[in-house]
């Protein structure tokens, strides 16, 4: 079955660029989600189709996708950005990575 | 105002039956297709399944780990999809969530969630 793999946990600095990776076989073929999940919350669509982002979501996020990694990239970190995110996709089924523990040391 | 509000969790014995409840609002019901996604206490996203769009016959599809043991459908005059889950086992304690797959094209994108709804499966 199909597997995407995060880093279980990513630090940055206040104001700094965070990236998060997501790998998988070939995934650069496929389009990628990502969601962003805060403590005792539903997760939040941030990224979809590679490179879009919904209607509310702030500019500082941003998607990329290419060959076997997909990347979502936080510009000017804040505090409120702490949290947990997770790529998703499909392939004969939807698939999840297994998710990125943010910190905002 | 898109609203997905789940319902129906709770507390049932190993090899007991439950039946949750994902009641949409704010959009046509029909158009869309819902998916189930569950989340274990500290534990990450895992795709439960789903029921297409009309468009889409309505048709489901599980994940290969549940085995046949739960069943979603839907009532579009009540705009609320359903997970029947028999059989149920200890490791499938979690939080129920239902999402919403806008128009039902392309790869699977969850614009919206529920609050999510708890299952805890114990003796």
């Known amino acids: 079955s199909y597997e995407l793999t995060q880093p279980p946990s990513v630090s940055v600095s206040p104001g700094q660029t965070a990236s998060i990776t997501c790998s998988g076989d070939r995934l650069g073929n496929k389009d990628a989600s990502w969601y962003q999940q805060k403590p005792g919350q539903s997760p939040v669509l941030v990224i979809y189709q590679n490179i879009k982002r919904p209607s509310g979501i702030s500019e500082r996020f941003s998607g990329s996708n290419s060959q076997n990694t997909a990347t979502l990239t936080i510009s000017g970190t804040q505090a409120m950005d702490e949290a947990d995110y997770y790529c998703q996709t499909w392939d004969s089924g939807t698939v999840f990575g297994g998710g990125t523990k943010l910190t905002v040391l | 105002e898109v609203q997905l509000v789940e319902s129906g969790g709770g507390l049932v014995q190993p090899g007991g039956s439950l039946k949750l409840s994902c009641a949409a609002s704010g959009f046509t019901f029909s158009d869309s297709a819902i998916y189930w996604v569950r989340q274990g206490s500290g534990k990450g996203l895992e795709w439960v399944g789903r029921?297409?769009?009309?468009?889409?016959?309505?048709?489901?599809a599980y994940a290969a780990s549940l085995k046949g043991r739960f069943t979603i459908s839907s009532d579009n005059s009540q705009s609320t999809a359903y997970l029947q889950m028999n059989s149920l086992k200890t490791e499938d304690t979690a939080v129920y969530y239902c999402?919403?797959?806008?128009?039902?094209?392309?790869?699977?994108?969850?614009?919206?969630w529920g609050q999510g709804t708890l299952v805890t499966v114990s003796s």
């Open positions: 029921i297409r769009s009309r468009a889409n016959n309505y048709a489901t």
């Open positions: 999402s919403r797959h806008y128009l039902d094209i392309g790869t699977p994108t969850f614009d919206s």
